[in-house]
């Protein structure tokens, strides 16, 4: 059974650090991406990362803060945020498809975490 653990959220002050963790299980899946959703809003791509961890990608609003990384010996993933703003308020989501090709969409991703809360306040 295939499955996306994440943890790590919680509530910080602005300017602070989290780092959020999703653990896979039952395959190896080719890319690993991080999704956001704040209330009231769709859900928005945070971060990529190719099967190699070559290949990454962020969304503008989190370049220079955020940082993603995978451990494929550990079937992991990871996503350290550093300088969180109280726009970074959210919950956020670890998804996984098996193709190797990147995706901002998050349509073309298979599997989902449950989601962890990240709550910054001013």
């Known amino acids: 059974q295939v499955q996306l653990v994440e943890s790590g959220g919680g509530l910080v002050q602005a300017g602070d650090s989290l780092r959020l963790s999703c653990a896979a299980s039952g395959r190896i899946f080719g890319t690993y991406a991080w999704f956001r959703q704040a209330p009231g809003k769709e859900r928005e791509f945070v971060a990529g990362?190719?099967?190699?961890?070559?290949?990454?990608y962020y969304a503008d609003s989190v370049k220079g803060r955020f940082t993603i990384s995978r451990n494929n010996a550990l079937n992991t993933v990871s996503l350290q945020m550093n300088s969180l703003r109280p726009e970074d308020t959210a919950v956020y989501y670890c998804a996984a498809r098996g193709a190797r090709l990147h995706s901002n969409y998050p349509t073309d991703y298979d599997y989902w975490g449950q989601g962890t809360q990240v709550t910054v306040s001013s």
């Open positions: 990362i190719s099967w190699s961890g070559s290949n990454i």
